[in-house]
């Protein structure tokens, strides 16, 4: 019966003593975030602007292609745009379903 006590919660109980010091240690010890110059959206703006290639996954295409998408839309209208097309303001609907849910 020892044997199986250990063998069950032997494990368990390591892992949450590591998972209390690895908890603890970045409690103490927080994650210190870049500094502004070394961040790599600004270096990959940085490398941009002076003509360079840079190498980018497809979250910065992503990120790229919506932020174009977002510049182009102000530029053409600058109305509100949703999925249901254009608006100089918040859709009726919106509009309806907050008068419906209004305490």
Same mark, same amino acid.
């Given at each position: 019966?020892?044997?199986?006590?250990?063998?069950?919660?032997?494990?368990?109980?390591?892992?949450?003593?590591?998972?209390?010091?690895?908890?603890?240690? *970045?409690?103490?010890?927080?994650? $210190?975030?870049?500094?502004?110059?070394? =961040?790599?959206? @600004? +270096?990959?703006?940085?490398?941009?602007?002076?003509?360079?290639?840079?190498?980018?996954?497809? *979250?910065?295409?992503?990120?790229? $292609?919506?932020?174009?998408?977002?510049? =182009?839309?102000? @530029? +053409?209208?600058?109305?509100?745009?949703?999925?249901?097309?254009?608006?100089?303001?918040?859709?009726?609907?919106?509009?309806?379903?907050?008068?419906?849910?209004?305490?």
């Amino acid at each position: 019966m020892p044997l199986l006590f250990f063998t069950i919660l032997g494990p368990i109980i390591v892992f949450l003593l590591l998972w209390v010091a690895a908890t603890a240690y *970045r409690i103490y010890f927080p994650e $210190q975030p870049l500094p502004f110059e070394r =961040d790599p959206v @600004v +270096l990959r703006e940085k490398a941009r602007r002076a003509g360079q290639s840079v190498p980018v996954g497809i *979250r910065e295409i992503r990120a790229d $292609q919506r932020r174009q998408k977002r510049k =182009d839309a102000q @530029v +053409l209208s600058p109305d509100y745009h949703y999925s249901w097309g254009g608006s100089d303001g918040f859709p009726d609907a919106w509009r309806e379903d907050l008068w419906r849910r209004r305490n």
